[in-house]
């Protein structure tokens, strides 16, 4: 099993920054590959940003050159860095882990960017 714990949303003007902190612990070592998702009341969950155990990133193109996702190995946490937010970035926000056992999720945490 996986165990994650979002941290960091919170609510922003349009134009700043949010870093979103996800805690990763449990089978760490069957992990493949992290994601952050967010969605919409109403909307399907979709997939924002990714990092492979190999160090390879996707992000949508919604958020490319806003938005960069990172891990700190030691600390076992996977960050979102969130910039130049804008109002349609609005959602609940979500760590997602593809394990060798299935995928896990995180409790999601609310970015709310006003205008």
């Known amino acids: 099993q996986v165990q994650l714990v979002e941290s960091g949303g919170g609510l922003v003007q349009a134009g700043g920054s949010l870093r979103l902190s996800c805690a990763v612990s449990?089978?760490?070592?069957?992990?493949?590959?992290m994601g952050w998702y967010r969605q919409d009341p109403g909307k399907q969950r979709e997939l924002v940003a990714s990092i492979t155990s190999g160090g390879g990133t996707y992000y949508a193109d919604s958020v490319k050159g806003r938005f960069t996702i990172s891990r700190d190995n030691a600390k076992y946490t996977v960050y979102l860095q969130m910039n130049s937010l804008q109002p349609e970035d609005t959602a609940v926000y979500y760590c997602g882990a593809n394990a060798v056992m299935g995928r896990f999720w995180g409790q999601g945490t609310q970015v709310t960017v006003s205008s």
């Open positions: 449990g089978s760490i070592f069957n992990i493949n590959s």
